[in-house]
């Protein structure tokens, strides 16, 4: 069981928009301003897409954004490619005693 | 460009330990903190702790305290991750990754840590 909660699949077709939540608690999404967001291909190391909840990494294209309200982010990719096809997953900082804390991630699929 | 670069894959028995090593380039090593997680079949990323290259200091997870190690070769620009008395359910994926904002931005590869006896 992950410290963040992610629903485990996500689908869209290709143009659409599809948008991928992540609910923390008041010890981390809630209090702090540091999630970010990964997407990893199979059998690839996670890639940095989102950090500090709204800025994109570098050469990450602006059809990610994210955003965060209370304890939930939340991870937008508008206009679906092909390639958008990943799992996502989300972290943010929780603090001195567990450093880093992540979710179960999803799957995204592109019909 | 930044790279992490993880070490291959290991099968331990149980009560065994496992040394993993992440070697960094493309950026100034004592620069960033580096973490270390993992992922168990079936389940979630799990933080187990991180150090810092430049004084060597680290900070681990409650989890994993009394058995885990991390520390690093300035010389080589590798940190090693060391988990002892080995269990089954520590076969996971291990990661190193490096710090920026708090969490992790550039990530190694993976480590498939197998404990079967």
């Known amino acids: 069981q992950s410290a963040l909660t992610q629903p485990p699949s996500a689908s869209g077709s290709p143009g659409q928009s599809v948008t991928i939540s992540c609910t923390g608690t008041s010890s981390d999404i809630g209090v702090y301003n540091y999630v970010s967001w990964y997407q990893q291909h199979p059998g690839r190391a996670p890639k940095l897409m989102i950090y500090?909840?709204?800025k994109r990494s570098s050469g990450v294209p602006d059809r990610f954004s994210g955003s965060k309200s209370g304890n939930t982010a939340s991870l937008t990719v508008s206009g679906l490619q092909a390639e958008d096809e990943a799992d996502y997953f989300c972290s943010s900082y929780g603090g001195s005693n567990n450093f880093v804390v992540f979710g179960g991630g999803t799957k995204l699929t592109v019909l | 460009q930044v790279q992490l670069v993880q070490s291959g894959a290991e099968v331990k028995k149980p009560g065994a330990s496992v040394k993993v090593s992440c070697k960094a380039s493309?950026?100034?090593?004592?620069?960033?903190?580096l973490h270390w997680m993992r992922r168990a079949p079936g389940q979630g990323l799990e933080w187990m702790g991180r150090i810092d290259p430049n004084r060597g200091g680290t900070s681990y997870a409650q989890k994993f305290q009394g058995r885990v190690s991390m520390t690093r070769d300035t010389s080589t620009s590798t940190v090693y991750l060391e988990l002892s008395r080995l269990r089954s359910d520590d076969t996971a994926m291990y990661y190193c990754?490096?710090?920026?904002?708090?969490?992790?931005?550039?990530w190694g590869q993976g480590t498939l840590v197998t404990v079967s006896s």
């Open positions: 493309g950026y100034p090593f004592s620069g960033y903190y």
């Open positions: 500090e909840v709204t």
């Open positions: 990754a490096r710090e920026v904002s708090l969490n992790p931005d550039y």
